[in-house]
Nanobody
Framework: QVQLVESGGGLVQAGDSLRLSCAAS????????MGWFRQAPGKEREFVAA????????DYGDSVKGRFTISRDNAKNTVYLQMNSLKPEDTALYYC??????????????????????WGQGTQVTVSS
């Protein structure tokens, strides 16, 4: 069982930056591809970013490409989401998630929430205009 705890959310102004962190425990962190998703009130959960267990491969949702960067530190069991040039439409509850990947899928990841095995409780990001 993997536990995920997000941190780093807050209230910022448009154009500001934030870095979210997600600390994992209870499993072998390097065995999991990691993803960030977000959900705004009244909207479906949206894919934000994903990184393979190796850290080599990444992908981003269209709305955040060029502004957000996902990274991971397997030695610290932590995945990060650097968010730059924040916009009011980025306001949401941000979740991190873990998706077990066998060794032969070391450079793969998924973008569908249903593919992820474990989820954190979320951290709120609010961007004012």
């Amino acid at each position: 069982q993997v536990q995920l705890v997000e941190s780093g959310g807050g209230l910022v102004q448009a154009g500001d930056s934030l870095r979210l962190s997600c600390a994992a425990s209870g499993g072998t962190f390097s065995s999991y591809a990691m993803g960030w998703f977000r959900q705004a009130p009244g909207k479906e959960r949206e894919f934000v970013a994903a990184v393979s267990r190796s850290g080599v491969s990444t992908d981003y949702g269209d709305s955040v490409k060029g502004r957000f960067t996902i990274s991971r530190d397997n030695a610290k069991n932590t995945v990060y989401l650097q968010m730059n040039s924040l916009k009011p439409e980025d306001t949401a509850l941000y979740y991190c998630a873990a998706d077990f990947k066998p060794l032969f899928s070391i450079n793969r990841f998924d973008t569908r929430a249903s593919d992820y095995d474990y989820w954190g409780q979320g951290t709120q990001v609010t961007v004012s205009s």
